[in-house]
């Protein structure tokens, strides 16, 4: 089975598509939420570069799907650490959000360093996905509260983000974030 215009490479002794060329491919096959995951994964996973993906894109021109594809691309960002991290930015994209800061690194008052999925260091607002896997037992639920609690003491806003309002409350989960964007600063 051949891929017309893909360039192949030897995998474990096997021709195979590029990580770049598959990643495009697979993403041209999905809804936007789930295309964007699949080009942050593939730069998250340091087998392709962004201009493997460029040319990649281009190569695979003309077929279906690749327009939204090229459309995501500049969006594309390999800190993204979850499929559900990616479906939420876009999210804040599609409703006109400041694009956030991925994976921002808050330091806690006795030097601990936590990070925010996505932050507006100027609002001093963060959001948080919260996935059921992660937050899965006690310790892991007791570390989190201890790090949101300490992101608070530094005067910032925390904003949880879960599934639903993720895919069935865009909107509504939008607007929170854009609230607190547009609160004024407390001084500090």
Partial sequence: HQRSGARLQR?????????AWTAVEVARQLPRPRALATLDAALRSNHCA???IEIAVAAQRGRRGIVAVRELLPFADGRAESAMESEARLVMIDYGLPLP?????IYGRDGELWRADFAWPEARVAAEYE???WHSGRTEMMRDKV?????QELGWTVVPLVVTDVRYRPRRMAERIATHLSRPQMAS
């Fill in 131 to 133: 996935s059921i896997d």
């Fill in 147 to 151: 790090r949101l609690a300490g992101i």
């Fill in 11 to 19: 995998v474990a002794g096997r021709l195979a598509t590029s990580p």
């Fill in 50 to 52: 962004r201009n493997q």
């Fill in 101 to 105: 800061e991925l994976q921002y690194p």
